[in-house]
């Protein structure tokens, strides 16, 4: 997430698709992803600030742009200062 380093372990993300039947064909029409996330302490500015663009910036959202609506929501926990 741009300038926020993240481990593997502080990143999760959970991507459910949704069909619709177009005729007799399901065809799927919408992505929802849900991250949870652990940041450091005093990042929450940096990472919302990413998380703004997630789909303009997204490669899988811009390949599925016009066919498929990519949502997002997020938990995010800040670390504590020490």
């Given at each position: 997430?741009?300038?926020v380093?993240?481990?593997?372990?502080?990143?999760?993300?959970?991507?459910?698709?949704?069909?619709e039947?177009?005729?007799?064909?399901?065809?799927?029409?919408?992505?929802?992803v849900?991250?949870?996330i652990?940041?450091?302490a005093?990042s929450r500015?940096?990472?919302?600030r990413?998380?703004?663009?997630?789909v303009?910036?997204?490669?899988?959202a811009?390949s599925?742009?016009?066919?498929?609506?990519?949502?997002?929501?997020?938990?995010?926990?800040?670390?504590?200062?020490?």
């Open positions: 997430m741009r300038e380093k993240l481990g593997t372990e502080q990143i999760r993300a959970k991507a459910e698709g949704f069909n039947m177009r005729g007799k064909i399901p065809l799927l029409t919408r992505i929802h849900h991250y949870t652990q940041i450091p005093g500015e940096k990472v919302d990413a998380l703004s663009t997630h303009e910036r997204c490669p899988t811009q599925l742009a016009g066919a498929v609506d990519v949502t997002w929501s997020a938990d995010i926990e800040e670390e504590e200062s020490a």
